[in-house]
T-cell receptor, first 114, second 113 residues
Framework: NAGVTQTPKFQVLKTGQSMTLQCAQD?????MSWYRQDPGMGLRLIHY???????DQGEVPNGYNVSRSTTEDFPLRLLSAAPSQTSVYFC?????????????FGEGSRLTVL | GQQLNQSPQSMFIQEGEDVSMNCTSS?????WLWYKQDPGEGPVLLIA?????ELTSNGRLTAQFGITRKDSFLNISASIPSDVGIYFC?????????????FGKGTKLSVKP
């Protein structure tokens, strides 16, 4: 039972490069979201989706794009990486379309932007 | 925006001791949740609380949803080395159809064997 799978686990980028963080879940969850975790800042919501074809912005969406073409996948795109995007990124999913707060998290993707 | 004040920021305790941490907010929440993050892993849900005044246990963990709906606490009894990690509180409101989940900044727990 894989749960929420994130790839890659580690990535180093140069300023201005683009990349996509992948997230897949095999639990048929409608709700998926992306968080970033920075030291002393807790977890902050970047984007979320309540189902295929539906996405919305969270607290810190600038510099990130998302799409949701299938229930299983919710990739996060960095179009032009900046050092301020150095962080650990977590994908999470929930059983219900309305987020009750009961989230299943992936193991995280650690991104460094030089 | 809404903020959660989680305290303490860090704790260093001896194995066998009890632990208490709490979370407060200036806003009310419909749900309080507690997550634990092991080093190098994603957070895992420990306890979810849905009613003001609710007291819920999960093994050695006990959490309460404050009566004012503006606070919650988590207690860990008889700590063991595997309790090491970061504990996050989270408050949830239902705004429109999506809800809004706010995380505290975490309490880092260290346990000396």
């Amino acid at each position: 039972n894989a749960g929420v799978t994130q790839t890659p686990k580690f990535q180093v980028l140069k300023t201005g490069q683009s990349m996509t963080l992948q997230c897949a879940q095999d639990m048929n969850h409608e709700y998926m979201s992306w968080y970033r975790q920075d030291p002393g800042m807790g977890l902050r919501l970047i984007h979320y989706s309540v189902g295929a074809g539906i996405t919305d912005q969270g607290e810190v969406p600038n510099g990130y794009n998302v799409s949701r073409s299938t229930t299983e996948d919710f990739p996060l795109r960095l179009l032009s990486a900046a050092p301020s995007q150095t962080s650990v990124y977590f994908c999470a999913s929930s059983t219900r379309q309305i987020n009750t707060g009961e989230l299943f998290f992936g193991e995280g993707s650690r991104l460094t932007v030089l | 925006g809404q903020q959660l004040n989680q305290s303490p920021q860090s704790m260093f305790i001896q194995e066998g001791e009890d632990v208490s941490m709490n979370c407060t907010s200036s806003s009310i929440f419909n749900t309080w949740l507690w997550y634990k993050q092991d080093p190098g892993e994603g957070p895992v849900l420990l306890i979810a609380l849905y009613k003001a005044g609710e007291l819920t246990s999960n093994g050695r963990l006990t959490a309460q949803f404050g009566i004012t709906r503006k606070d919650s606490f988590l207690n860990i009894s008889a700590s063991i080395p595997s309790d090491v990690g970061i504990y996050f509180c989270a408050g949830q409101n239902y705004g429109g159809s999506q809800g809004n989940l706010i995380f505290g900044k975490g309490t880092k727990l260290s346990v000396k064997p």
